[in-house]
């Protein structure tokens, strides 16, 4: 793709948005950017690309801005306003930041994507071949913005990418050489119009691959296992529920992973991440990490260490016997379920925040079954509360503080606090990283108050 002298419109000026314009302008193009927030907001990082004529429109997207350019490019997250399609349909080319990272790119990629487990996947992948020594690099949503390697990317490198719907709707060629679909359920409603917009997106991963690349599905998910029947890649199953022979699944406690090349038996017991969810995470990880060859003694070593992500089902400490937890990046219904049912029971769970469209009676059964009490906080509470209305015993908190002082005079030696939201953490917090941080604070401060009064 030239970009010498075009006029690029870049939506949205985050850390992605920025390094767009970086590279953008080491090929000579001709950079505007368009953000909704005020410049106010912004801080000191538009005063250097001011300097560098980069224009700038802020507090607003105008209509007349988007039809303008030779072509657009999207930070992610950017939702499907109006201006876009607007500029679609007159003819200028709109696409993702990953799109343009990918024509300039030299390496291979791995993609992941899903509705929950893509940071932990990604993550557990890069430490393997990190390992393994392979020049191996984080990008997408966790890590750096892949348009970052797209200027001094070589041959030699592996870029393992955490794929958003957002990223993934506005492709034209971006082709990863392993591609995994963890699992779909219901999210970003909030942002796509409905569920199969999110659901074509997040498909949009294999959309361009060949019979030389790798596709990893789930086979437990019917909404993904039935892609095996329209993707051109060679297809690798993992399943907590079937027995594949190539491929990965669950059988009397161990995991099996087997592409022809190589064999991983892996003992659960030796695991530290909780639940059936982070198993299946493992599988997909373990499954990539054997396309590429990697010794079983490598896998092992990482997969047997591998304590987790800070805000995914993080253990903060233990008060009084009362353990807390955690899983700020809980940020969906079906994320929460899989929090649950990663405890047996005598759960105090804390639930809420602003409302991502999600269907909360889902919670139903699960709570039911493993949560002794429920604390409610945020823009979604009544919501919640009317969803789970009869189930347990249910209080408001104004705030995470109150939230976690009420979860620990509720709860008894043996007993799990659990912070596992379902919603989005914008109605209270920058983003689900502070939400988690506070939680944690907060647990701090309770425990040195404590100890203060002993």
Same mark, same amino acid.
């Given at each position: 793709?030239?970009?010498?002298?075009k006029? =690029?419109?870049?939506?949205?000026?985050?850390?992605?948005?920025?390094?767009?314009?970086?590279? $953008?302008?080491?090929?000579?193009?001709?950079?505007?950017?368009?953000?909704i927030?005020?410049?106010?907001?912004?801080g000191q990082?538009?005063?250097?690309?001011?300097?560098?004529? =980069?224009?700038?429109?802020?507090?607003?997207?105008?209509?007349?801005? *988007? $039809?303008?350019?030779?072509?657009?490019v999207?930070?992610?997250?950017?939702?499907?306003?109006?201006?876009? %399609?607007?500029?679609?349909?007159?003819?200028?080319?709109?696409?993702?930041?990953?799109?343009?990272?990918?024509?300039?790119?030299?390496?291979?990629?791995?993609?992941?994507?899903?509705?929950?487990?893509?940071?932990?996947?990604?993550? $557990?992948i890069?430490?393997?071949?990190?390992?393994?020594?392979?020049?191996?690099?984080?990008?997408?949503n966790?890590?750096?913005?892949l348009?970052?390697?797209?200027?001094?990317?070589?041959?030699?490198?592996i870029?393992?990418v955490?794929?958003?719907?957002?990223?993934?709707?506005?492709?034209e060629? /971006?082709?990863?050489?392993?591609?995994?679909?963890?699992?779909?359920?219901?999210?970003?409603?909030?942002?796509?119009?409905?569920?199969?917009?999110?659901?074509?997106?997040k498909?949009?991963? #294999?959309?361009?691959?060949?019979?030389?690349? @790798?596709?990893?599905?789930?086979?437990?998910?019917?909404k993904?296992?039935?892609?095996?029947?329209?993707?051109?890649?060679? =297809?690798?199953? /993992?399943?907590r529920?079937?027995? /594949?022979?190539?491929?990965?699944?669950?059988?009397?406690?161990?995991? /099996?992973?087997?592409?022809?090349?190589?064999?991983?038996?892996?003992?659960?017991?030796?695991i530290?991440?909780?639940?059936?969810?982070?198993q %299946?995470?493992?599988?997909?990880?373990?499954l990539?990490?054997?396309?590429?060859?990697?010794?079983?003694?490598? =896998?092992?070593?990482?997969i047997?260490?591998?304590?987790? $992500?800070?805000?995914?089902?993080?253990?903060?400490t233990?008060?009084?016997?009362?353990?807390?937890?955690?899983?700020?990046k809980?940020?969906?219904?079906?994320?929460?379920l899989?929090?649950?049912?990663?405890?047996?029971?005598?759960?105090?769970?804390?639930?809420?925040?602003?409302?991502k469209?999600?269907?909360?009676?889902k919670?139903?059964?699960?709570?039911?079954?493993?949560?002794?009490?429920?604390?409610?906080?945020?823009?979604?509470?009544?919501?919640?509360?009317?969803a789970?209305?009869?189930?347990?015993?249910?209080q408001?908190?104004?705030?995470?503080?109150?939230?976690v002082?009420?979860g #620990?005079?509720?709860?008894?030696?043996?007993?799990?606090v659990?912070l596992?939201?379902a919603?989005?953490s914008?109605?209270? *917090?920058?983003? @689900?990283?502070?939400?988690?941080?506070?939680?944690?604070?907060?647990?701090?401060?309770?425990? %040195? %108050?404590?100890?203060?009064n002993v």
């Amino acid at each position: 793709m030239e970009l010498k002298n075009k006029k =690029v419109l870049v939506v949205g000026f985050g850390k992605t948005g920025e390094a767009l314009v970086k590279f $953008l302008l080491s090929r000579n193009a001709k950079v505007k950017v368009s953000e909704i927030k005020k410049k106010e907001e912004m801080g000191q990082r538009v005063k250097k690309w001011l300097s560098e004529n =980069v224009e700038f429109e802020f507090g607003e997207h105008r209509e007349e801005t *988007f $039809l303008k350019p030779d072509l657009i490019v999207l930070s992610p997250g950017v939702p499907p306003i109006p201006q876009i %399609e607007k500029a679609k349909r007159s003819g200028i080319k709109v696409i993702s930041e990953i799109e343009l990272a990918f024509q300039y790119l030299k390496g291979k990629i791995i993609g992941v994507t899903g509705s929950n487990g893509k940071s932990t996947t990604t993550t $557990l992948i890069y430490q393997i071949l990190k390992e393994a020594g392979l020049k191996t690099y984080l990008a997408g949503n966790i890590g750096f913005p892949l348009i970052s390697y797209a200027s001094s990317s070589s041959e030699n490198d592996i870029f393992v990418v955490e794929l958003s719907s957002f990223q993934l709707k506005y492709i034209e060629k /971006f082709r990863p050489n392993i591609a995994i679909f963890l699992n779909i359920t219901p999210d970003h409603l909030d942002w796509h119009p409905d569920f199969n917009d999110y659901y074509e997106s997040k498909k949009n991963i #294999f959309l361009y691959q060949t019979s030389e690349d @790798f596709a990893i599905l789930n086979a437990d998910d019917p909404k993904i296992w039935i892609l095996r029947n329209e993707i051109s890649a060679e =297809v690798y199953p /993992f399943s907590r529920k079937k027995k /594949f022979e190539r491929g990965a699944y669950i059988e009397n406690e161990y995991i /099996f992973v087997s592409t022809g090349n190589s064999k991983v038996k892996l003992d659960t017991k030796n695991i530290l991440l909780r639940g059936p969810h982070n198993q %299946e995470n493992i599988m997909a990880s373990v499954l990539t990490a054997s396309l590429l060859r990697i010794s079983e003694k490598i =896998v092992k070593k990482i997969i047997y260490n591998f304590k987790g $992500l800070e805000h995914r089902l993080e253990k903060v400490t233990t008060i009084n016997g009362i353990e807390f937890y955690n899983d700020s990046k809980a940020t969906n219904v079906d994320a929460t379920l899989k929090s649950l049912q990663s405890f047996d029971e005598n759960i105090i769970l804390i639930l809420g925040g602003r409302d991502k469209h999600g269907d909360f009676t889902k919670l139903r059964e699960e709570v039911n079954k493993r949560v002794k009490k429920l604390i409610i906080i945020g823009e979604a509470k009544e919501k919640i509360r009317a969803a789970l209305e009869g189930s347990v015993p249910m209080q408001y908190a104004k705030s995470l503080g109150e939230a976690v002082r009420i979860g #620990f005079n509720w709860a008894e030696k043996g007993d799990v606090v659990l912070l596992a939201p379902a919603c989005a953490s914008f109605d209270m *917090f920058d983003n @689900f990283e502070h939400r988690g941080r506070v939680f944690k604070e907060e647990i701090f401060k309770l425990k %040195e %108050e404590l100890s203060k009064n002993v």
